[in-house]
């Protein structure tokens, strides 16, 4: 039984990563329990675990004193007692005694099995827990275990472990089968219902910006440091960096001969379109820079609001702003000031008519919809076909329509 109960022991913890101090305490722990139950205390017994052979000692300690003067028999034996384990014990001594576990009773013994295994499984959880804290905002390499209705369940490549892959941490174009592997960093630990639960995510910019870490090796060297990564998963991302050593281009470098190094980062992300710029202090540069591919004319702030009024070419907005308003969105966020974007005016233009004018006629979501894009003029709403501002805004081809036939009538007159 005495070897059967280790044995156990030994069995959970080899895959476990218990260490040896941890594994005889808890040994110790499930034994004085055992032994508290059949004598109602354990100050007087020795628990010795030997944890390289595999096996344990009990000894009950207790004083030898004369026959008929035993007060507390838990603490004291009498000498005719001791005499009966070793003839060689004298008055005044300690007398050992050695237990065996067939003692305690074949039902008490499984009891503590169940304890021990109950104990071992705490302890896993803990140290499940303990690992995956410290990893938080690491790469995971796993494989697609399951694919459930709102999560995906992973297994870690490397420890084996359960990751959980909720579809909100999913990025666009993430299509998984069981058994493909699947990279994401670590995004936070809990415990539900005393299980460690591990939460992987693929959208946050931890991900892109460890992925830029592992190929680049300036950035692992920190020759180059990232400053700041927004990120619309799966669409667009724009990552500030700079370099301390003027020898190093840090956008080149992050790049890599012919995009060498950003095309398998652009690949894991599922296309994700990534654009490098180089991070600076002075604000009216860093916001031209962040609105990049698009060229800037001229740029006022009003850093009280946090707000830019950007002037382009007519035929750099579009570009500005981009697909959907991806691109003036992240500038924005990059940047910490909201983006406003405007024409620069020429002379045939002049005639033109703010939309706030037509407030009275065009309800306010509507005019903010098309300056979300950049028609902040009558002019730049009816240059723009019914289909194309259908595609970059949240209009109704209806209402598009109607806009655009009110507008004309102004030039009209």
């Not at 004298?90 to 065996?100: K, S, T, V």
Request: hydrophobic share 40%; charged share 35%.
């Amino acid at each position: 039984m005495g070897v059967s109960l280790v044995d156990t022991f030994s069995e959970f913890k080899a895959g476990k990563n218990i260490d040896r101090p941890t594994m005889v305490r808890v040994l110790e722990d499930v034994f004085r329990t055992l032994i508290k139950k059949k004598y109602g205390s354990d100050e007087n017994f020795d628990v010795i675990v030997n944890t390289q052979k595999g096996d344990l000692e009990l000894w009950r300690v207790r004083e030898i004193v004369p026959d008929g003067e035993v007060l507390d028999d838990r603490s004291q034996i009498s000498v005719s007692e001791a005499l009966s384990i070793d003839e060689d014990y004298e008055i005044g001594e300690e007398c050992y005694e050695q237990l065996f576990l067939e003692h305690f009773g074949r039902r008490a013994i499984m009891a503590a099995r169940q304890t021990l295994i109950s104990r071992i499984m705490e302890l896993e959880k803990d140290e499940i827990f303990k690992k995956y804290s410290e990893r938080v905002g690491d790469v995971v390499l796993g494989e697609v275990h399951q694919i459930l209705k709102r999560e995906i369940l992973i297994i870690d490549d490397v420890t084996g472990n359960e990751l959980i892959l909720p579809r909100s941490e999913m990025i666009r174009g993430d299509y998984l089968r069981k058994g493909d592997m699947i990279r994401g960093v670590v995004k936070k630990v809990e415990m539900k219902n005393n299980n460690p639960v591990i939460i992987m995510s693929r959208t946050d910019s931890t991900f892109l910006e460890k992925l830029l870490t592992q190929e680049v090796p300036e950035i692992e060297d920190g020759l180059i440091t990232i400053q700041k990564i927004v990120r619309l998963p799966g669409e667009r991302a724009k990552v500030a960096v700079e370099s301390y050593d003027e020898r190093i281009d840090p956008v080149g470098a992050c790049v890599g001969m012919k995009g060498s190094r950003i095309h398998g980062i652009v690949r894991e992300l599922r296309n994700e379109n990534i654009d490098i710029i180089n991070w600076t202090s002075n604000e009216n540069l860093f916001i031209q820079r962040a609105l990049t591919p698009a060229r800037v004319t001229n740029i006022e702030l009003n850093k009280d609001e946090a707000r830019a009024s950007v002037y382009l070419e007519p035929d750099q907005v579009s570009l500005a702003i981009g697909k959907g308003g991806t691109n003036i969105k992240l500038a924005s966020k990059l940047t910490g000031y909201e983006i406003d974007v405007y024409r620069n005016t020429s002379q045939h233009e002049l005639e033109d008519v703010d939309l706030d004018e037509f407030s009275d006629e065009i309800e306010a979501w509507v005019i903010a919809e098309f300056k979300r894009i950049g028609c902040d003029t009558a002019r730049s709403v009816l240059e723009l076909s019914v289909e194309e501002l259908v595609r970059r805004t949240d209009l109704e081809d209806v209402t598009i329509q109607n806009v655009q036939t009110l507008l004309a009538s102004e030039f009209e007159e």
